[in-house]
């Protein structure tokens, strides 16, 4: 049906979109990113046509945001978007926004919600990979020279630019953090450093917000073009790009997008949908010293998209092993866990254990608390690859 509508009804629709990003998620929080499947568009009237066209892109929409290509559209063989639809909803817009010809006024909010298994379903069947709700926050630190005046975007600035950037990563369903930039972040930073993406003070001051990836840019206006360079910076690889466009927006969308890219192919992970093909591996973490970080730490592995269950094997007061079963390659589980940042690895560390031996008299769950806290035969002749980290300062 989107192929009989008029040129003009298109427009509208896509217009509408970049005018509402900045309320696609309900609440992006660190490390988390909330309402992933859901999309608002502004739209011009509650027909079928355009609800159909606004389905359609809503699911694009989405496609991108999961699996972390800003290009699976052209790889992806469309499915019928209704069929993708959890539920839609019209609410009246107050004040209606003419669209950017001036032709037509956006009169409807149309809020879509898709259904996350079908979405991530018919990724992994065609193999692409899917990125889930755990997403590292990224720092960003962005210098911008307009004219003679030359100053580093903060987070209580307000900004056309600062705008953009903000609505370009909520769009690609990225949590991000801009610096405050006062005289702690000046003694260890300087725009030349960031302007040149200097990876270890950048790196150095970026702690302080977080221990995600950082993305640095510079922006120049030369009277006539935006001219730009930009630098994302992971835990094991660093890349850098420069582009150049009149149109600020849409350049900010270009950097943000290659940016996302980078992040989703170490984020979005291949899974199996078949039980034999899953992994395990074991998981030593040095630094759990209190019931809050073992619960920390089981909820950021049971939260990753990789992880299919987490359940812990060892418990000796200042550290824990867990059991990992991964629906990803153990390969691409050891990729995110270094570039999230979360632990760190370090070298084995020798721990006296005492074995005690399950109890047939006793209940299994009297049994599961004796494995927790002693640990059992088993599990120190398990051939099963252990990998040691430790836990960061929380």
Known sequence: MFQLLNLKTKTLIFVALFFVSLFVFKQVIAGTATGLYDVE??????????????????????????????????????????????????????????????????????????????????????????WGDHRPEVVVWLV???????????????????????EAFVRRGIPMNWPLYDNKDKKILSIVDIRGGFNDPVTLASKRYSRGPVVTGSL?????????????????????????????????????DQAADALGLVFAIHGSASKQQWVTVQLNIQGVSSIKKYSHIERYLTGLNAVESAKPLRIDGQSVVFEVTLRSSKDDFLSLIKNDAELRQVEPQEVAVQLVPEDKSLPDSQNQVTRLNTGRQSDLLNPVAIYHYRLHQQ
């Open 41 to 130: 568009i502004l739209v011009v009237d509650e027909s079928a046509s355009v609800r159909s066209a606004a389905f359609k892109q809503g699911l694009d929409e989405v496609f991108v945001r999961i699996s972390g290509d800003g290009n699976i559209m052209d790889k992806l063989k469309r499915p019928t978007a209704a069929n993708y639809v959890k539920q839609y909803s019209y609410t009246p817009v107050e004040t209606p926004t003419v669209d950017l010809h001036g032709d037509e006024l956006l009169t409807h909010r149309l809020k879509i919600q898709y259904n996350r298994s079908l979405v991530e379903k018919y990724l992994q069947q065609n193999g692409f990979p899917v």
């Open 144 to 166: 911008v020279r307009d004219g003679e005046n030359e100053y580093v975007l903060k987070q209580n600035d307000l900004s056309l630019l600062k705008t953009a950037v903000d």
């Open 220 to 256: 120049i206006w030369n009277g006539e073009l935006w001219q730009s360079s930009w630098s994302l910076m992971l835990q094991q690889s660093n890349s850098h790009w420069s582009l150049v466009d009149e149109d600020y927006t849409l350049l900010i969308n270009k950097a943000v």
